[in-house]
């Protein structure tokens, strides 16, 4: 069982829809990340956390809005999507101390936007 | 440009013929580089990480070696469950920037 918590797994939303994905860790890591997969393509990084602050938005765009509450959550905000959004959204967290560089991963959200 | 390609993109074995898996990768900078099987709908599983030429390591029928330029996963007389996507990522940077970036994968597939 991954000790990364994602909810929801599946998620359907119009494009004028406010929603929200959420992820949960409780290993004690630092380091928490949003990454986005669409269908046959690898993860690609959205946004890194470092301490509960931003320290990394690779350029995505401001419908997306990630907040991480306390060390253990981490939330990305979903408004005014375009379909092309529709893909599987994963958290990773991992130890920032430390060289193991390890990132452990969530079952994903899947998400798709009409 | 830092470069990470994966080859083949896919491969198809009959149980028990063992293959390896291509990544090669073109890094400044490279503070590991990390092998994971993702199942399909699932998160990545984190296998190995490797940080300097010569290093191996081995996980029940997978074995993964590193060089300057290159990374090899073996399967060694895989069986179906081992049918998966594996992805090969990099880590680069300074400390505290422990994103991964990854390669495109090789979708495995062992027939019974």
């Known amino acids: 069982d991954t000790e990364v918590t994602q909810t929801p797994k599946h998620l359907v939303m119009g494009m004028t829809n406010k929603k929200s994905l959420k992820c949960e860790q409780h290993?004690?890591?630092?380091?928490m990340y949003w990454y986005k997969q669409k269908a046959k393509k690898p993860p690609e990084l959205m946004f890194v956390?470092?301490?509960?602050?931003?320290?990394i938005n690779e350029s995505v765009p401001s419908r997306f809005s990630p907040e991480c509450p306390n060390s253990s959550l981490l939330n990305l905000h979903l408004h005014a999507l375009q379909p092309e959004d529709s893909a599987l959204y994963l958290c990773?967290?991992?130890?920032?101390?430390?060289?193991?560089?390890?990132?452990?991963f969530g079952e994903g959200s899947r998400l798709t936007v009409l | 440009e830092d470069q990470v390609t994966q080859s083949p993109e896919a491969l198809r074995l009959q149980e028990g013929e063992s293959s390896s898996l291509n990544c090669s990768y073109t890094?400044?900078?490279?503070?590991?580089l990390f092998w994971y099987r993702q199942d399909p709908g699932k998160g990545p599983e984190f296998l190995f990480t490797?940080?300097?030429a010569g290093e191996e390591k081995e996980k029940e029928r997978l074995k993964a070696t590193l060089t300057k330029k290159e990374s090899f996963l073996h399967i060694t007389a895989p069986k179906p469950e081992d049918s998966a996507t594996y992805l090969c990522?990099?880590?680069?940077?300074?400390?505290?920037?422990?994103?991964?970036?990854f390669g495109s994968g090789t979708r495995l597939q062992v027939q019974p």
């Open positions: 990773a967290s991992s130890d920032v101390l430390g060289n193991t560089g390890e990132l452990f």
């Open positions: 290993m004690g890591h630092r380091a």
């Open positions: 956390y470092s301490y509960e602050k931003l320290s």
């Open positions: 890094v400044s900078g490279l503070r590991g």
């Open positions: 490797l940080y300097s």
């Open positions: 990522a990099v880590r680069k940077g300074a400390t505290g920037r422990r994103a991964l970036t």
